[in-house]
């Protein structure tokens, strides 16, 4: 392809995915894009699909330039969300959000504010950019929300607000939940829903608790649905956990944005109005072929 490797740089990660920096140059000319040189490494290395970072430069002319390309993983993920706001309120009191790392994992947090409307919005809002930042800095998981609970008890939190934190490596599969007085999360499967809840912890960010991990192996075609307190709290029955997994049990595979907003429904469809902000964030996730 008239393509020269001035140099080749090759990172692996602990879970075995890799990232490439290489410095290239083409003959007099000619040119290539980012995209056609990230397939040609792939076939070159005889691995799976390669693709060019964002932040990578797109063309690749004669004067030698650095790109960087990203082994993409085994699985890939698609999300969606619904919501509703408390009955007189304009905004919700809960915040999300999706987004992938540099080390390819797909990271899922919800956050639900202490009571409602715009004060509960701005605390949930602070919480989930908090972590966000964190994350984004280099700092695992974990200690992502030891240092926010940290952060928010020395700056004197008034208005606590829950926090659930999901990772999902697209590498292994392998799903890691992390709360702070959050809901139970929900995978749905062929076979049935499990549930990932962590007992008796406090309800909301506080000191002095240690965030709860919980790990799973997630499958082709499994969904992940997140879900805040209100959700639950306008069930029926004492075991609301068991009447939202028996719902999702019975509901088919569709699209996360679909699943999300059928869970919404079904959870508002019960009487006596809206009482508190509902929020459901769904993942599906599925093998590359």
Request: proline letters at 3%.
């Amino acid at each position: 392809r008239r393509i020269t490797v001035d140099n080749l740089l090759i990172l692996e990660y602990e879970n075995q995915r890799k990232e490439a920096y290489l410095t290239l140059h083409m003959a007099k000319n000619s040119c290539i894009t980012a995209s056609e040189a990230a397939h040609i490494l792939g076939k070159t290395l005889g691995s799976r699909q390669w693709k060019a970072a964002r932040d990578s430069r797109s063309v690749i002319g004669k004067q030698p330039s650095v790109i960087r390309l990203i082994e993409e993983g085994s699985y890939q993920m698609l999300y969606g969300a619904a919501w509703i706001a408390k009955d007189g309120q304009r905004v919700s009191g809960d915040n999300y959000t999706f987004g992938q790392n540099p080390e390819g994992q797909v990271i899922m947090s919800l956050s639900d504010g202490m009571g409602s409307g715009e004060t509960a919005s701005r605390e949930s809002q602070r919480v989930i950019e908090l972590t966000e930042q964190l994350l984004e800095t280099g700092f695992s998981a974990r200690a992502a929300l030891k240092l926010v609970n940290t952060v928010l008890l020395l700056t004197g939190e008034q208005h606590p607000a829950t926090l659930d934190l999901c990772c999902v490596d697209l590498n292994t599969g392998v799903l890691e939940a992390m709360k702070l007085g959050a809901s139970a999360t929900f995978v749905k499967r062929e076979d049935g829903v499990e549930l990932l809840e962590a007992s008796e912890v406090p309800m909301g960010v506080m000191n002095p608790i240690e965030p709860v991990l919980l790990s799973k192996k997630l499958w082709d075609n499994n969904r992940i649905l997140m879900v805040s307190d209100g959700v639950l709290d306008a069930l029926p029955g004492e075991d609301k956990e068991s009447v939202l997994r028996e719902f999702l049990e019975e509901q088919p595979f569709g699209p996360p944005k679909e699943m999300a907003s059928r869970v919404v429904e079904f959870a508002a469809s019960f009487g006596g109005g809206i009482r508190d902000d509902m929020t459901v964030l769904a993942a599906g996730i599925w093998k590359r072929r």
